[in-house]
């Protein structure tokens, strides 16, 4: 049998399912029942009637997906694929930023950690986040952990006034980006489509700006695409329109969802684990944040 045969015998016999983000390794998004942007993930999790959760991405995803469904079992094949942007907000920056500004809302990026949640009015994901500090009712809106989402939004909404925190936040492969990769794509022919984490002075050279679900809705408006995201995007845009280019950037690359192998999917499904397990109350105060999200997005 071949590793992808066991995992899929595995998977039936433990009645699991594989969930995986866009930026996931080829062979892993292969494998699994269902690819998405990290809203897709996060509305796919409500209504996982499986037992165990296999869950391929990162460690505020997974945890996301437990905290949605705290009496399954959510496996993250490898336990140390976290966000190098989520590691940037603690729950004193928040804590000291509503101090610093009384009345203020407190966005927070789904990439963030489950403590970090718990301190948020409500979270969101870059396919919401306009739509997110749209429906609040305060004028200033603390956004974090992503600096460059926030400026964003700042665009898209001018009459709010969005402080991020921490200033300067961002994720390390999207701030490898320069307008100079933007501007020869257009040279080249492609329609340039690039990730809101992009620095605003990249996103003003590109056509479209988008999350990664936001991406493959896009798709039917050219042939050829440079897509300004982590470089396996691509593989999943060409997965789903063979016809069309896809321009990819090789110096984009998220090393945590590289980290897991085929070998990890299936020695977590035979060992079920690691597991990811959080205290009770700190699900129950992140749980608020991303529902409010969630009710709002349905
Ligand atoms: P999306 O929600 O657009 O998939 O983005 C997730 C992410 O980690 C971007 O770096
Ligand atoms: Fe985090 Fe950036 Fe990797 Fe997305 S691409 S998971 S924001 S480090």
New binding site residues.
Partial sequence: MTVQEEINKLKTEKNAIILA???EPPEIQDIADFIG???ELALRATDVTEDIIVFCG?LFMAETAKILNPEKKVILPAPDAG?L?ADQLSPEMIKSAREDNPGAEVVLY??STAESKAYADIVC???NAVDVVKSLKSETVLFGPDSNLASYVQEQLPDKKIVPLPKGGN?P??VEFTPEDAISAKKKGYTVIC?P?CPAEVRAHCDIIA???SMMRNTHLSERWAVM??KDMAYRLKTEYPDKEFLSFEKAV?KDMKKISLNDVLSSLNSESPEINLPADLMDKAESSIRRMIDLSR
């Fill in positions: 983000h866009n930026y942007d990290s809203l990162v966000c942007l789904v990439n994901t870059s396919a994720c492969v999207h990730h984490e999350s990664t679900g995201t982590e998220c």
